[in-house]
Nanobody, 121 residues
Framework: QVQLVESGGGLVQAGGSLRLSCAASGSGFSVNAMGWYRQAPGKQRELVAVITSGGTTNYADSMKGRFTISRDNGKNTVYLQMNGLKPEDTAVYYC???????????????WGQGTLVTVSS
């Protein structure tokens, strides 16, 4: 069984920075793409950024230039550096990973429990 554990959320003033981390743990699997999504109150969950195992990244337009996604494949960990935070960035941020189970072979999508980011004005 694979688990994702997020950390790094909290309260920050507008213009500030936060770094989120998400570590995948378990055995008998390999991690493929990893990503961050967020869900603001009363809104649908939306993509923030994704990164492949080879390091190719993709960002939602509103996050480009402010957020940076990176990963440490040796630690099965993905990071989200968030700079220039705005009140509208307030949301629960979820980590997601596409993992391949070794046996029986199957590709699964796994989600973390979410971490709250609150940006005050």
């Amino acid at each position: 069984q694979v688990q994702l554990v997020e950390s790094g959320g909290g309260l920050v003033q507008a213009g500030g920075s936060l770094r989120l981390s998400c570590a995948a743990s378990g055995s008998g699997f390999s991690v493929n793409a990893m990503g961050w999504y967020r869900q603001a109150p009363g809104k649908q969950r939306e993509l923030v950024a994704v990164i492949t195992s080879g390091g190719t990244t993709n960002y939602a337009d509103s996050m480009k230039g402010r957020f940076t996604i990176s990963r440490d494949n040796g630690k099965n960990t993905v990071y989200l550096q968030m700079n220039g935070l705005k009140p509208e960035d307030t949301a629960v941020y979820y980590c997601s990973a596409a993992v391949t189970r070794t046996w029986p072979p199957k590709t699964l999508e796994v989600w973390g429990q979410g971490t709250l980011v609150t940006v005050s004005s």
